[in-house]
Nanobody
């Protein structure tokens, strides 16, 4: 059974930093595509960053230069380091993993962690 658990969210002031974590069980992050998404109130879920199966990392334009995604294979954990936070970063942040098994593609989500940035 695949399970993703995010942590690290909270209430911070604008300009602060936070680091989110996502630990997986039942699946190995290494070699699979892992992404961070966020969903603000009244808005659609949007992609923030993704780590490809080959290890390359891409970011959305709104967070590029401020956020850093990384993966620790030994801990089977991915991180999202968020700097220079502003009110537009307020959202629930989700971890997502996609992988193939027996020619079937699977995608799993964590439960999300709330990030609130006060101005």
């Amino acid at each position: 059974q695949v399970q993703l658990v995010e942590s690290g969210g909270g209430l911070v002031q604008a300009g602060s930093s936070l680091t989110l974590s996502c630990v997986a069980s039942g699946v190995t992050f290494s070699g699979n595509t892992v992404s961070w998404y966020r969903q603000a109130p009244g808005k659609q879920r949007e992609l923030v960053a993704f780590i490809s199966s080959g290890g390359s990392i891409n970011y959305s334009g709104s967070v590029k230069g401020r956020f850093t995604a990384s993966r620790d294979n030994a801990k089977n954990t991915v991180y999202l380091q968020m700097n220079s936070l502003n009110s537009e970063d307020t959202a629930v942040y989700y971890c997502n993993v996609q992988f193939w098994r027996a020619s079937v593609q699977y995608a799993y989500w964590g439960q999300g962690t709330q990030v609130t940035v006060s101005s």
